[in-house]
């Protein structure tokens, strides 16, 4: 027998599955929420760059091989709210123009299966949901669209100030639509230095946590398990529904039954949870028959960049507020895109001596340092390849076959980004690509055609009826945007078809 049979499981609690099980808690369905970690404690160490970049505190503490077959350490935090606790909620909306078939340097970005105006009601909704502060009619590369729910966070005095040079250097800069609750209030953000890569102290960081598990605490028909891992989803005799999931809970293993699942690990747990429940009737995992389950997997190309001037102390705390998309679908030279430039939160000394650790200073030197320093992100989409994958190795260990490209075209807007800098007055810069885990994308993709797809349109399996996957894993490219919104847009969507089509009840738009 079973240890409890709901309407619909969820499985991980970040962007998509919170969002999905927010959206569906009104439905008045029983809903198992499964989170593999616990709730984030508000605690110093919050807001403590040591204990966040050096010990790493809330870091996963598992290894993943890599492609040379190394154990490495990845970006992943298994916890309520997952990767969106850590994010910096920079939360864009794909240009219209993503959704299309896109010619770049080195390949093309594929065409999904749904256009923008499919997805612009959900977009509404989701920057409702997670209190998106922008400001319209900025940004040259933005579709049409109604105001932000919220106004832009004001740019600090030096950035202002930036961004008034940037415009006479013939760019575009434009507001980043963040997501922060109450700024300026009692109890809201306080625009401090430890955003992006932070737990929030206040709990006024628009993550999944805050923004979708909390204001359903409450709900007698919503179930939170922490601490839950699902070892592997379980199929009928005909191999053709799950049946049930097997959690390892409290010591023990348990098995819970619903007539719905929805896989929300993050792309790729999703992906290696699908590879790990393989059965006679799936051998090659499930939901697998196109053979694409974890393959095509993305992460965007990101460098960051910090401008220096030793005799130009950087005063402004928040200075995540400036975006600038000019080459976003071409660089200046040529007619291939190149990505997008965001100002970023302000690098602590520690983190500093966490990306350059040959550097021999001392810790006082490295504060000074950073001090001095403005920092920069250029990201250019990753292209989707088969042989970037997701494997599961035989004693169920992660293996991530992963080799970045598009790399010219990063290479350009890394160039585009220093001789920005320069113009602006920097002495030097600097700047550091690391190739982690954030941002992925792409290893069950959505499609029509299930020779060439993983789920359809709705993110539904094509080979397993009561099967729905809600998270980045959906994405057929990955654009040069942070996926969370478009994550976030997706999940509401699905919610919608799964109350006409499952619940058979009907949609209401979602509110915070």
Not at 50 to 68: F, I, M, N, Q, S
Not at 73 to 100: A, I, M, Q
Request: glycine share 8%; aromatic share 8%.
């Amino acid at each position: 027998m079973p240890d409890g049979r709901y309407d619909i499981i969820v499985i991980g609690s970040g962007a998509g599955g919170s969002t999905l099980t927010h959206a569906l808690a009104g439905t008045g369905a029983e809903i198992l929420l499964l989170e593999r970690g616990d709730f984030v404690p508000q605690e110093p160490e919050n807001w403590d760059p040591e204990a966040v970049w050096k010990h790493l505190r809330y870091r996963a503490d598992e290894t993943w091989l890599g492609p040379d077959g190394k154990p490495f350490r990845p970006y992943t935090h298994y916890c309520v709210g997952g990767n969106t606790k850590f994010w910096g909620s920079v939360l864009f909306r794909l240009r219209r123009e993503d959704f299309g078939a896109i010619a770049h340097v080195d390949g093309v970005s594929p065409a999904w299966p749904i256009d923008y105006d499919v997805l612009a009601p959900f977009y509404d909704q989701a920057e409702c949901l997670y209190h998106v502060h922008g400001e319209a009619g900025c940004d040259p590369t933005e579709p049409p669209r109604g105001p932000y729910p919220h106004p832009p966070i004001p740019h600090a005095n030096g950035m202002a100030r930036y961004v008034e040079t940037l415009r006479h250097q013939g760019l575009h800069p434009s507001p980043l639509p963040l997501g922060v609750r109450n700024p300026g209030e009692a109890d809201g953000c306080v625009l401090c230095d430890t955003c992006n890569s932070f737990p929030c102290q206040r709990h006024a960081k628009s993550d999944a946590d805050v923004c979708c598990v909390r204001p359903i605490a409450g709900y007698p028909n919503v179930t939170l398990w922490t601490n839950a891992r699902v070892k592997r989803l379980l199929t009928d005799s005909a191999g053709l529904r799950i049946e049930a999931v097997e959690v390892s809970r409290d010591g023990g293993t348990h098995r819970v039954e619903a007539p719905l699942v929805a896989v929300s690990c993050g792309a790729v747990n999703s992906a290696a949870l699908l590879l790990r429940s393989a059965t006679d009737r799936h051998p090659n995992g499930l939901a697998n028959s196109s053979g694409l389950v974890g393959r095509r997997y993305m992460a965007h190309l990101a460098t960051m960049m910090e401008g220096f001037h030793p005799f130009r102390k950087n005063t402004d705390v928040f200075q995540k507020t400036v975006a600038i998309n000019d080459f976003y679908f071409r660089g200046p030279d040529d007619e291939f895109p190149l990505g997008q430039i965001q100002s970023q939160g302000r690098t602590h000394g520690v983190m500093a001596k966490t990306a350059y650790p040959w550097v021999p200073m001392p810790m006082w030197a490295y504060n000074a340092w950073v001090a001095r320093g403005v920092d920069w992100l250029a990201m250019t989409e990753d292209l989707p390849r088969l042989d970037n994958r997701v494997v599961v190795g035989s004693d169920g260990r992660i293996q991530l076959q992963y080799q970045p490209n598009n790399v010219r075209a990063h290479r350009r807007l890394v160039r585009e980004v220093r001789r920005m800098l320069r113009r602006l007055g920097f002495w030097l810069v600097y700047a550091h690509t690391n190739h982690n885990t954030t941002h992925q994308c792409g290893t069950t993709c959505f499609g029509t055609d299930p020779t060439r797809s993983v789920l359809d349109p709705y993110c539904r399996s094509h080979d397993i009826q009561n099967l729905f996957v809600v998270d980045a894993s959906f994405f057929p490219s990955s654009s040069a945007v942070n996926p969370g919104l478009t994550i976030a847009a997706q999940a509401l969507r699905v919610a919608d078809h799964i109350k006409k089509t499952e619940l058979a009840v009907t949609p209401t738009t979602v509110t915070e």
